[in-house]
């Protein structure tokens, strides 16, 4: 979906210790960053992307935060949310909602006053961080 929109995905499930992104694809001018909610039925009537709730967006800014840091990324970052229903039986896909600019997070940088003075974190074997 997002290479139809003319994106080069980067990442995939992108993980630097708890931090998490599904998703990571970019632009000349953007970088977006994409959680995906698949789910099989919509329990309770809700849609798979009415799961990302307040705590879930927070976690994802902040994997966003150290992905830009990190890769030392100077694009517009941008929040999707992908919802996705899947038939069980025949593993088709019933219906695909991509929300685009999903939310906006408050400004907010990783720093070191962020984590006591101290953030460390492990990626693919490599450990970056600052004491």
Same mark, same amino acid.
């Given at each position: 979906?997002?290479?139809?929109?003319?994106?080069?995905? !980067? =990442?995939?499930?992108?993980?630097?210790?708890?931090?998490?992104?599904?998703?990571?694809?970019?632009?000349?001018?953007?970088? !977006?960053?994409? =959680? !995906?909610?698949?789910?099989?039925?919509?329990?309770? #009537?809700?849609?798979?992307?009415?799961?990302?709730?307040?705590?879930?967006?927070?976690?994802?800014?902040?994997?966003?935060?150290?992905?830009?840091?990190?890769?030392?990324?100077?694009?517009?970052?941008?929040?999707? $949310?992908? #919802?996705?229903? !899947?038939? @069980?039986?025949?593993?088709? $896909?019933?219906?695909?909602?991509?929300? =685009?600019?999903?939310?906006? @997070?408050?400004?907010?940088?990783?720093?070191?006053?962020?984590?006591?003075?101290?953030?460390?974190?492990?990626?693919?074997?490599?450990?970056?961080?600052?004491?």
């Amino acid at each position: 979906m997002l290479e139809k929109k003319g994106f080069r995905i !980067v =990442e995939r499930n992108w993980r630097m210790g708890h931090l998490e992104v599904d998703l990571i694809a970019e632009s000349r001018k953007e970088i !977006v960053f994409a =959680e !995906v909610k698949a789910r099989t039925t919509t329990y309770g #009537g809700k849609m798979p992307e009415e799961y990302v709730d307040e705590n879930k967006k927070r976690r994802i800014t902040a994997a966003a935060n150290a992905y830009i840091k990190y890769r030392k990324i100077e694009k517009t970052p941008r929040f999707d $949310i992908i #919802g996705i229903l !899947v038939n @069980p039986r025949t593993n088709e $896909i019933t219906y695909c909602n991509h929300l =685009e600019n999903a939310f906006q @997070p408050g400004l907010r940088t990783i720093s070191s006053a962020s984590f006591s003075g101290i953030w460390r974190w492990a990626h693919r074997g490599k450990t970056i961080g600052k004491k």
